[in-house]
């Protein structure tokens, strides 16, 4: 299920590649996905253009020359800290998963996934959401259960509950879909995110999703 905008978001397309810029901006402007406001081909050029354009969201890929979007991401939060941000991955991205989730990316999706899961990602991530794309979050428990033997750190000051909604945040529904699908408020779904980064000491959402695929609270 799609998470549902009322209004379509204003997008910076950031990644080095041009016809995947403009491939990317051609589908969402058809599906009436987002407007794209501008593309910028590394950091540095992201920078330049947030000095006169104020985007809702930036779709930011990481691996770029000259600035990428590591740094791009932590320079734009500087300059605008309620900015949202998906990254474009590749598999090979892992080791940079930490350090942008730390740095307040809020959705990870496949340079390969197909427009219906950038329109959820998007959706999921206006709305105060995160977002994973399903085949890397796979990947990083398959590598969690590969790289170590390792005692996962404890979890049991986690009530049933919060782990019941930690699992639904892992399978990527927003909200308002983990309020209707447990019969509770989303309000109340709201309080136990809450408790869950207070109880983890995770920073953000996406970060609490590692730490449940770390402590193999989450299957997929």
Same mark, same amino acid.
């Given at each position: %299920?799609?998470?549902?905008?009322?209004?379509? $978001?204003?997008?910076?397309? +950031? &990644?080095?590649?041009?016809?995947?810029?403009?491939?990317?901006?051609?589908?969402?402007?058809?599906?009436?996905?987002?407007?794209?406001?501008?593309?910028?081909?590394?950091?540095?050029?992201?920078?330049? #253009?947030?000095? !006169?354009?104020? $985007?809702?969201?930036?779709?930011? &890929?990481?691996?770029? $020359? !000259?600035?990428?979007? #590591?740094?791009? =991401?932590?320079?734009?939060?500087?300059?605008?800290?309620?900015?949202?941000?998906?990254? @474009?991955? %590749?598999?090979?991205?892992?080791?940079?998963?930490?350090?942008?989730?730390?740095?307040?990316?809020?959705?990870?999706?496949?340079?390969?996934?197909?427009?219906?899961?950038?329109?959820?990602?998007?959706?999921? +991530? %206006?709305?105060?959401?995160?977002?994973?794309?399903?085949?890397?979050?796979?990947?990083?428990?398959?590598? @969690?259960? !590969?790289?170590? =033997?390792?005692? $996962? +750190?404890?979890?049991?000051? #986690? *009530?049933?509950?919060?782990?019941?909604?930690?699992?639904?945040?892992?399978?990527?529904?927003?909200?308002?879909?983990?309020?209707?699908?447990? @019969?509770? /408020?989303?309000? *109340?779904?709201?309080?136990?995110? /809450?408790?869950?980064?207070?109880?983890?000491?995770?920073?953000? =959402?996406?970060?609490?999703? #590692?730490?449940?695929?770390?402590?193999?609270?989450?299957?997929?």
């Amino acid at each position: %299920m799609n998470a549902t905008l009322t209004l379509k $978001p204003n997008i910076i397309i +950031v &990644d080095d590649h041009l016809i995947f810029r403009q491939g990317l901006k051609s589908i969402m402007t058809l599906e009436n996905i987002a407007t794209v406001i501008g593309e910028a081909s590394n950091g540095i050029e992201l920078l330049k #253009l947030l000095t !006169h354009v104020k $985007p809702d969201l930036i779709l930011m &890929d990481i691996d770029m $020359p !000259h600035m990428n979007g #590591l740094e791009a =991401t932590e320079k734009a939060m500087e300059l605008m800290p309620d900015l949202k941000i998906i990254a @474009f991955s %590749m598999f090979s991205d892992e080791e940079y998963y930490y350090k942008m989730i730390d740095r307040g990316v809020k959705g990870f999706i496949l340079k390969t996934s197909g427009i219906n899961e950038l329109e959820t990602a998007i959706g999921n +991530v %206006m709305m105060g959401d995160s977002y994973f794309s399903n085949e890397l979050l796979r990947k990083i428990i398959n590598n @969690f259960g !590969h790289a170590s =033997t390792a005692k $996962p +750190v404890a979890h049991e000051n #986690l *009530t049933e509950r919060e782990i019941e909604i930690l699992q639904q945040i892992c399978l990527g529904l927003s909200t308002e879909e983990i309020a209707e699908k447990l @019969f509770i /408020s989303p309000k *109340t779904v709201k309080s136990h995110k /809450s408790n869950l980064l207070e109880k983890t000491v995770c920073k953000n =959402t996406p970060a609490l999703i #590692l730490f449940a695929i770390k402590n193999k609270l989450v299957e997929l």
